[in-house]
């Protein structure tokens, strides 16, 4: 038999085989690696989430008037050492959420100047400080570990009754009781509507239209943001109420249980409309029960106590319940403190007339002989408060639980 001999034949199909597995291997590698790729980019683009979107609003402390300076009050409490904590960056200074945006207004120079930004201190009342939004942040942020925006519109001085008084509310009713102060006063009425009127839902408006914006172009606060993933309103935070307890015109039957039932009533409108107006039908909403005094107001069973009485009674309506919740801010108040800053009122004569005499009435030469009407422990803590107490002292140590609470409850109706 002649011609090749079989064994370099066997060879050449061994190797002919060998590269034969090699190719198909090859083309299997290269198959797999664009599969992956194909179904990376369409479980991305599938399961993206949406952005969580969260919205607080309200007045002065919304705003926040709470000094950075007060933050190291918080370390004496172990209460509040843990959030101090959570507040601080390992290397002790305040920290910045890279999750976590925020665009605000209300706080900067003016009732519309925009700030925006990484979630950090300085978007309260000032520069140097803050209100509920950086602890709502920071522990939001913790537990949720995704990308999410705070919207912040908050204005001092503020009524729900008139600049916050939403579209389904109509126009401000007067009261007999009212226009009979006006007659007695010789006002001229008519202005005095006019005026009303011209004043009433401005602040509503400003806010909704803010909103409107920043969720119209949200790449223009967040960076990162991919118009394909969407965003969803996952929370409103409503804290206001100083303007509307102080009323005694609007609300004359405030010493008497439900006196502020107007109040009820407006707020449960304001709830509904933001809802339609952002179309956001579903949206949680977290009510900040005004906390001023602490739980001595509600002993005491005077206006204050019929105010937050008003204010929880929205969340306890039918068509709120699972939907709205109201927090109490009074257990987060500190007796001390404020007994502290209530001594240091009647300590000014004397303190303004020994810095007339020595000719030097400097803020520190006034704070030297201050501090000589406390014990060094007082004094201490007295540095906690920064603010009246209108504006929970200004104090890191009341404000930095209140932003931790209204995270929780908004957290209780997201998941």
């Known amino acids: 038999?002649?011609?090749?001999?079989?064994?370099?034949?066997?060879?050449?199909?061994?190797?002919?085989?060998?590269?034969?597995?090699?190719?198909?291997?090859?083309?299997?590698?290269?198959?797999?690696?664009?599969?992956?790729?194909?179904?990376?980019?369409f479980t991305s683009s599938v399961l993206a989430k949406p952005l969580k979107v969260f919205i607080l609003a309200g007045q002065s402390n919304m705003q926040g008037h709470v000094n950075i300076s007060t933050f190291d009050s918080m370390a004496d409490d172990p209460k509040t050492a843990p959030i101090l904590k959570d507040m601080r960056s390992a290397d002790g200074k305040a920290k910045v959420c890279d999750k976590v945006w925020i665009s605000s207004i209300g706080c900067a120079d003016d009732d519309t100047t925009e700030q925006k930004g990484n979630l950090t201190v300085g978007f309260g009342a000032s520069t140097e400080s803050i209100g509920p939004e950086f602890t709502f942040g920071i522990y939001m942020d913790k537990a949720l570990n995704e990308p999410f925006l705070i919207i912040k519109t908050s204005w001092g001085g503020r009524s729900l009754h008139t600049d916050f008084r939403s579209p389904s509310a109509g126009p401000y009713e007067w009261s007999e009781f009212e226009l009979n102060q006006f007659k007695e006063r010789g006002d001229d009425i008519a202005k005095n509507k006019a005026e009303k009127n011209a004043a009433t839902g401005v602040a509503y408006r400003m806010m909704i239209d803010h909103v409107n914006k920043v969720l119209g172009d949200i790449k223009r606060v967040v960076p990162d943001y991919d118009a394909k993933q969407g965003y969803e309103i996952a929370g409103f935070v409503w804290f206001q109420g100083f303007n509307d307890f102080v009323s005694d015109w609007t609300?004359?039957?405030?010493?008497?249980?439900?006196?502020?039932?107007?109040?009820?009533?407006?707020?449960?409108?304001?709830?509904?409309?933001?809802?339609?107006?952002?179309?956001?039908?579903?949206?949680?909403?977290?009510?900040?029960?005004?906390?001023i005094d602490g739980k001595r107001a509600d002993r005491e069973r005077g206006?204050?106590?019929?105010?937050?009485?008003?204010?929880?009674?929205?969340?306890?309506?039918?068509?709120?319940?699972?939907?709205?919740?109201?927090?109490?801010?009074?257990?987060?108040?500190?007796?001390?403190?404020?007994?502290?800053?209530?001594?240091?009122?009647?300590?000014?004569?004397?303190v303004d007339a020994k810095a007339e005499k020595e000719h030097d009435t400097s803020s520190e030469n006034k704070m030297k002989h201050m501090a000589k009407n406390y014990k060094p422990a007082e004094w201490k803590k007295l540095q906690g408060a920064s603010n009246g107490g209108y504006h929970y002292l200004g104090a890191a140590k009341i404000m930095a639980p209140i932003g931790k609470a209204f995270a929780e409850a908004n957290l209780k109706l997201i998941k």
């Not at 064994?7 to 291997?25: A, D, M, R, S, V």
């Open 1 to 41: 038999m002649t011609g090749r001999s079989s064994k370099p034949l066997t060879e050449e199909l061994q190797l002919l085989k060998l590269l034969q597995i090699k190719l198909n291997l090859t083309t299997m590698k290269k198959t797999t690696i664009i599969t992956a790729a194909i179904l990376c980019a």
């Open 303 to 350: 206006p204050m106590k019929h105010f937050r009485e008003a204010q929880v009674d929205v969340a306890s309506m039918r068509e709120f319940k699972g939907n709205v919740i109201a927090v109490p801010t009074a257990p987060y108040w500190d007796d001390d403190l404020e007994a502290l800053q209530a001594r240091m009122e009647t300590y000014w004569p004397d």
């Open 251 to 291: 609300y004359d039957k405030r010493e008497e249980p439900r006196g502020y039932k107007l109040y009820t009533d407006l707020l449960a409108h304001f709830i509904r409309d933001v809802r339609k107006d952002i179309k956001a039908p579903n949206m949680p909403f977290i009510i900040g029960v005004m906390g």
